[in-house]
């Protein structure tokens, strides 16, 4: 295996071996902690520009399933492609088992042509994410130099998000879904119900769409920089039309609102982040994966925050007081991670 | 509305069995502590006196009594609790709060059950309720159907599709049962069981499929979370605590993972947990198909070992649960700063090995399969499988160094990789030497093939460092790859190394000079529930080479005290060790050090990061010892707490110049080396019984001639694997040797010069400086011959005269100063007549410093601690003839769980567990002690058989027999029996041998209840008689009627329950012997 260096935005090294494609990329590094789902991890397009760092050491055990669709969705994938920059782990399993993988993890990578990086102690570099807070980093080959590079300048969600219009599904309710880098099950959830998706861009001006209800995606980066969206979704809240928005969706939905939003430390990525039921004892177990968050003290009045993380008190969903608006800061619709969350999708449709 | 809880009564499980063993007492400890916390009066039941849950401090009130639902109604009237836990004593507490509940008893004193409802248990417990609940919230089991007709039996199959399993119901041992593919083979298969049986069972076969577990925890809120998944490395077929187990699970795609979490949950809110439960799937490996096999209402071997690998301490939260707390409002007692409604991360895998010791049980079966037969477990931790699973071989302690690099023998490889045993890693290595490839061995064994990958990862760089032939020539990187995947020290030199006059140690040590002049040093990593995530200042850690930084920094300031642990459970080192260590590493903290512990046990108190100020879960190699001493500098280590495993490694820690706290290692080495001990005997005048090591039949004939027969012979254990047994005549010798390779000189066999008659007096002591400071005499109820594990015994001893234990106390003291010793030990003799001999001297503390610890309130390990540490000691004051009460500790067997196994006493020990209780006079005390291993006072409505083998014990049982007639006692002998009793007054009913066609025949009466205790004395002599006496003893064991082999202690049985009424016994807490 051909090695590879790993160089951080304040100048530690670590050295591993390549098993992904074989070219140096710069990108901002952050951690999960999921211990399983790397093929949808790996295709959530909010991973946009990242270097991808699992806390669970032996990743690729069992493989990477087939291309195949079902009604014109992935059937095993997040979105049609890797999004994330790079993945650094410790222990690679070439050698994997399972009944429904086609291939092996390094083979999909560089079939994507996206690096993969082995061999790396990475309880220490996620403890060193921990306390310094996310950074900057780099992968470099031999030979081969690139600079370091801030995604979160960029504008992540137009990148990510569709091009084309595209309608799925043929129920009774329309669903205008505004894909800011939308996961695909987010899509599987919904088509369960009574519901035709109609899925636009992410600065789709849908302001004189007809619809029964309005879906804010997740999406990569930023909120504040997705302007027309926000712009959008302010026309919206004006309007008595259902709204739900998932992790990206409800801090645009905030900002939407009037309140702000901030960069945390490092970021909740895993499958095991606690929330709780503003008010209630009832807490769900959730699937993250964020970098910013919603500043509850700056809800307006006739919002307020719907869910709380048990973990660090941050605000993990928001809504009206008395219109059908909420949003998760979590992903109900796992994939991966756990489901307790889904039905929120049910909440969603019965109010349309 | 829940009333008010002030006053909350605990059941423990009773003693060490297979099945349930020691993750009782850490589910209990923990369950308490939370309770205390609470500010709660909490009253425990469990007579296990070896545990920590029943030491001082634990509990307010602790009762050594059986948990029988008498004995707790009697407790539970005594001491008027408000709230009983049940789930926190294994099946034996959840039986027992069933019953008690289904008699209304705890209805009657207003009793409530704190945790998952009695109604929701009972529904779990039935199998047919169970599988309807299930069908009801659409979850599917592996449920069989019986059908009356072939024609039912194919209607059935339409539903279920093949393979299926038949079975005949009503039949024992599998008669008339198989496996079916299509319609043909269930035809011809049904029409044959059907001459059994006029009812089949037809279960979908799910062999070869994956097993899964999951642990769920739920709250009132009905917030629920689980907390761990893990594997079963060996497929479905082999019982999950028979099976290697990983977690988290490796092979499952993220859909399957949470799949089978979502249904877990729904399991438990259907179900109605409050606390936690453990639900097992079978996992089809070809599609997303899954069955739940079961579901347990309670904390389980599999919970605490959850509890262990993730951090997460599942007793203890489940019993806030238990008392109305939200998971939301309990700390994660890892971060201390989220709470306990969270799943843990994990950034590491840990393996899951059990320990057999079929090796110690004639005629029992290796295979392991769907019944668990395994004594104890280890737990490993590594960054990857391959170091996880090399660790956890060695920590067995079974003799394998890893997965590679051992000197297994497997006769038959393809039938042992068909019909699995404990040796089917070892077989798996074999197998690749044969060149067997992966798909070959997944065809045959179903072992998922991720893990033979990874097998075969390791079996790759045992080839690439077999290819060098010295140390130096092998490249850095191999020798840290190597590392990486776990190898010792001690595999690399044997691989590479291949000097065969050198030393296989001298090889280690030369590797360990080499790697650590390279810089490949492990790294110490936290276990914090949180994969980093948090800071945690958790001191839950473990080692491996798969890391660039330690997570802590060592403080080396001196203060440290190492503990080494014991081990895996195993017959003859279990719990009692457990304590030992608990209760060295409590004190070290009293003195103002820091307590390390080292251990890898997950059925233990010790290694919960609660009790110590630093937790290496890790091997208890020379090797990693010393990794850990070179990072803890610490001011010593203690090995005489923990059993002979860390005994056998003092010498070898001394010379490498670690700090041995206590007794020196030369004369822990003299203690343990029998010619350096005799030596020292004979200096000191002390009689030992007569023996010689042998390498030759004929030097055996000599000695035989010389000392006389009966004799004990010691076979070298590791080659013949036969057991050490006693001999009366010389062709039981020769039967016993007549493997002429048992007879070598490399394995010389030891022979021994065997009193008969001899009773068998044990004194533990702690000394200082060769003087000793406080000691316990006990005597067993058995003569010797049988081994001091599986004994009887009473202290303070009742029966001995004054001249033996003044010379017991004089040649204890001779000892102590001969072996100028500084802590804990035991020395075991023979007594006859006055005359004592010295059979074993071990300068540790035994098996039963926690008995007489507790039955004399002074806790010997405590004491011993501090002269470890150097603190000067008064002597113990009080005269233990002065104590008022008798406590008597009596040992739990398993042979219910052994099929076929002779369920015998002999020199070799084969009990799995033992109790003590403590009564005001013998009989009170031994009556209480048995019923708490499993004997009952037999029914006045059914008799009692005696079969008393030989002339002696027909003569010793004779009084017992006279007081069972005259309290009215039904008797049945077997023809030689009757008819000596019959000439000394006492009538019985002949039952004919089980090999005669003649009626009455015993066999039946035991089949048909008619019998409530078995008294059958093994007799040494015509092969028939053996045979009789086997089918006799085990048809006992198998239609579940108590037995004694033992006339001594059937006897004192006899007597006791004879004398006593079970309404009479006392029912005192252990603080109220005073």
Known sequence: MKKARLILQDGSEFEGYSFGAEHSVAGELCFYTAMTGYPESLTDPSYRGQILVPTYPMIGNYGVPADEKVDGISRFFESEKIWCQALIISDYSEQFSHWDSARSLGTWLKQQDVPGICGIDTRVLTQKLRDNGAML???????????????????????????????????????????????????????????????????????GEEYDGLFISNGPGDPSICTETIEHIRWALQQDKPIMGICLGNQLMAIAAGAKTYKLKYGHRGHNVPVRKVGTHSCLITSQNHGFAIDDKTLPAEWEPMFVNLNDGTNEGVRHRTKPFFSAQFHPEASSGPVDSMLLFNEYVKSL | MQKELKKILVLGSGALKIGESGEFDYSGSQALKALHEEGLFTILINPNVATVQTSEGIADHIYYLPITPEFVERVIEKERPDGIMLAFGGQTALNCGVALHERGILEKYDVQVVGTPVQAIINTEDRELFADM?????????????????????????????????????????????????????????????????????????????????????????????????????????????????????????????????????????????????????????????????????????????????????????????????????????????????????????????????????????????????????????????????????????????????????????????????????????????????????????????????????????????????????????????????????????????????????????????????????????????????????????????????????????????????????????????????????????????????????????????????????????????????????????????????????????????????????????????????????????????????????????????????????????????????????????????????????????????????????????????????????????????????????????????????????????????????????????????????????????????????????????????????????????????????????????????????????????STGEVACIGDNYSEALLKSMLSVGHRVPSKDKGILISSGAARSKVELLDAARELQAAGYRLYATGGTAAFLAQNGVESTVLHWPDSQSKPNVIDSIRNHEIDLVINIPKNSTPRELQNGYQIRRAAIDYNVPLITNARLASAFISAFCRHELADLEIKHWAEYK
Request: hydrophobic share 40%; glycine share 6%.
């Open chain 2, 134 to 910: 299930m069908k009801e919230i659409g979850v599917k089991t592996a449920q069989s159907e019986a059908v009356s007709s072939i024609e039912d039996a194919l209607k059935v199959v339409s539903e279920i599709g093949y393979p299926v399993i038949v079975r005949a119901a009503y039949t024992l041992g599998g008669l008339g049962s198989g496996f079916c593919s299509n319609d043909e083979e269930l035809r011809r298969l049904a029409a044959s069981a059907f001459s059994y049986s006029p009812q089949i069972l037809i279960e979908k076969s799910l062999k070869g499929w994956k097993e899964i577990e999951y642990e769920v925890v739920r709250d009132k809120y009905d917030n629920c979370i689980t907390v761990c998944n893990m594997e079963n490395f060996d497929p479905l077929g082999i019982h999950t605590g028979e099976s290697v187990v990983v977690a988290p699970s490796q092979t499952l795609s993220d859909h399957e993972y949470h799949m089978l979490r979502e249904i877990a949950i729904k399991i438990a809110r259907r179900v109605g947990i409050v606390g936690e439960c453990n639900v097992q799937y079978a996992l089809d490996p070809n599609s997303d198909d899954y069955r739940v096999i079961e579901l347990n209402a309670r904390l389980s071997r599999s919970s605490a070992l959850a509890s262990k690998a993730t951090g997460y301490p599942l007793a203890f939260v489940a019993a806030k649960l238990g008392l109305g707390y939200g998971l939301d409002e309990i700390q994660n007692s890892v971060t201390k700063c989220t709470s306990a409604f969270f799943e843990p991360a994990l950034d590491y895998v840990v393996c899951k090995i059990p320990r057999w010791d079929l090796g110690k049980f004639d005629g029992v079966s290796k295979l392991i399969g769907s019944s668990m037969k395994s004594v104890g477990e280890i737990m490993s931790i590594g960054r990857t499988f391959e170091e996880a699973i090399q660790k956890g071989l060695r920590m067995v302690g079974q003799g394998l160094h890893g997965f590679v690099a051992n000197t297994v023998k497997v006769p038959d490889l393809e039938y042992e990789l068909n019909n699995p045993t404990d040796k089917r890693l070892p077989a798996i290595e074999l197998a690749f030497d044969q060149g067997y490839t992966i798909e070959q061995l997944h065809e045959i064994t179903k072992i998922d093939n991720w893990f033979l990958f990874r097998l075969q990862n390791i079996y790759r760089v045992k080839l690439e460092l077999a290819a060098y032939d010295s140390l130096e020539a092998v490249p850095e990187a191999l020798l840290r790859e190597a590392k990486q995947m776990g190898y010792s020290d001690y595999q690399i030199g044997k691989l590479v190394i291949k000097d065969e006059t050198m030393k296989p140690h001298d090889k280690s040590q030369m590797v360990r000079e080499v790697r650590k002049s390279l810089g490949i040093v492990p790294v110490v990593k936290q276990i914090d529930t949180m994969a980093g995530e948090y800071p945690a200042q958790t001191n839950y850690l473990y080692i491996t080479y798969n890391g660039a930084r330690s997570d802590i920094d060592f403080a080396c300031d001196g203060k440290s005290v190492i503990v080494l642990g014991s081990g895996a459970y195993r017959i003859g080192s279990s719990v009692e060790f457990d304590w030992c260590g608990v209760a060295a590493i409590k004190k070290i903290q009293e003195m103002g050090l820091r307590a390390i512990m080292i251990n890898y046990n997950p059925e233990t108190v010790s290694t919960d990061y609660d009790i110590c100020d630093r937790l290496f879960f890790d091997e208890l190699t020379l090797e990693r010892v010393l990794d850990i001493c070179d990072m803890e500098q610490p001011k010593g280590v203690i090995v005489s707490t923990g059993g002979q495993i860390p005994n056998n490694l003092a010498l070898l820690l001394d010379r490498q110049g670690i700090n041995i706290l206590g007794t020196s290692a030369t004369s822990i080495d003299i203690a343990e080396d029998r010619q350096k001990f005799s030596q020292m005997c004979d200096r000191l005048g002390i009689d030992q019984p007569r023996w010689k090591e042998l390498t030759k039949m004929e030097e055996i004939y000599d000695f035989v001639a010389e000392v006389g027969l009966p004799v004990m012979i010691r076979p070298s254990y590791v080659l013949s694997g036969a057991a050490m047994r006693v001999v009366e005549n010389m062709d039981e010798l020769e039967n016993a040797l007549k493997n002429a390779a048992v007879v070598s000189q490399e394995h010389p066999v030891v022979v021994t010069e065997f009193l008969q008659r001899a009773k068998e007096v044990e004194i533990d002591a702690v000394a200082q400086r060769g003087e000793i400071k406080c000691y316990a005499i006990s005597e067993h109820i058995e003569y010797a011959g049988v081994h001091s594990g599986d004994a009887t015994v009473v202290f303070p001893a009742q029966k001995l005269y004054f001249e033996t234990i003044r010379r017991i106390k004089r040649t204890a003291r001779a000892i102590a100063q001969a072996l100028n010793i500084s802590g804990p030990f035991n020395i075991q003799f023979l007594a006859k007549d006055n005359e004592l001999r010295v059979i074993e001297c071990n300068l540790r503390a035994s098996r039963s410093f926690p008995f007489v610890s507790k039955i004399t309130k002074f806790n010997f390990i405590g004491m011993a601690t501090e002269i470890m540490l150097g603190k000067e000691v008064e002597p113990f004051g009080k005269s233990f003839a002065d104590i008022d009460y008798v406590g008597i500790k009596s040992s739990q067997f398993s042979f219910a769980r052994l099929l076929k196994a002779d369920p015998i006493l002999g020199v070799d020990m084969a």
């Open chain 1, 137 to 207: 980093g780099k992968i470099v080959f031999e030979g081969e130099d690139v600079e370091m590079a801030d995604p979160n300048r960029r504008n992540l969600v137009a990148e990510v998000s569709t091009k084309e219009i595209r309608t799925y599904g043929n129920g009774s309710k329309k669903v205008l879904m505004v894909d800011c880098g939308m996961k695909n099950n987010i899509l599987r959830c919904l088509l369960k119900y009574d519901v035709t998706v109609k899925r636009v861009p992410w600065d789709y001006d849908f302001r």
